[in-house]
């Protein structure tokens, strides 16, 4: 486990820091992971760190851009040390989906697949349970 989970996790309200996915629901830790990542010369201390839950951990992988189909061009993904949350997505709580509000938003969905049945399912139980938002 990374030696700064504690910090991390208590800094993200134990809470996915792209997706929100309450990380009390889950039978393990979420991720510690680099919004830009060191084999992209990310540095490798707190201003750089982000809890993830495994599904975006692991479609963020080593990107720094995604898709924006609107302006059918690349754009950099959503940082949580650098980018309020709020500014960039909307979750839907009647179909769990979250929307990205800008390039960035919407990049980032696209890129960590954010919207697949199974998170959107997770999502609307999550909210009738009010973990979610």
């Known amino acids: 486990m990374n030696p700064q989970y504690a910090l991390v996790a208590l800094r993200a309200g134990h809470r996915c820091e792209y997706c929100r996915a309450p990380e009390a629901v889950f039978n393990f830790?979420?991720?510690v992971e680099h919004p830009i990542p060191t084999s992209r010369q990310g540095a490798d201390d707190t201003s750089?760190?982000?809890l993830a839950c495994r599904s975006c951990n692991v479609f963020k992988s080593n990107y720094l851009t995604g898709p924006d189909?609107?302006?059918a061009t690349e754009v950099r993904l959503f940082h949580p040390r650098q980018d309020r949350w709020e500014d960039h997505f909307q979750v839907d709580r009647d179909t769990g989906e979250i929307r990205g509000l800008t390039p960035i938003g919407r990049a980032t969905v696209e890129r960590l697949r954010m919207n697949s049945s199974g998170q959107t399912a997770a999502r609307r139980l999550w909210a009738r349970l009010g973990l979610f938002p």
Do not use: M
């Open 69 to 71: 189909e609107s302006l």
């Open 29 to 31: 830790r979420f991720e």
């Open 48 to 50: 750089n760190l982000a």
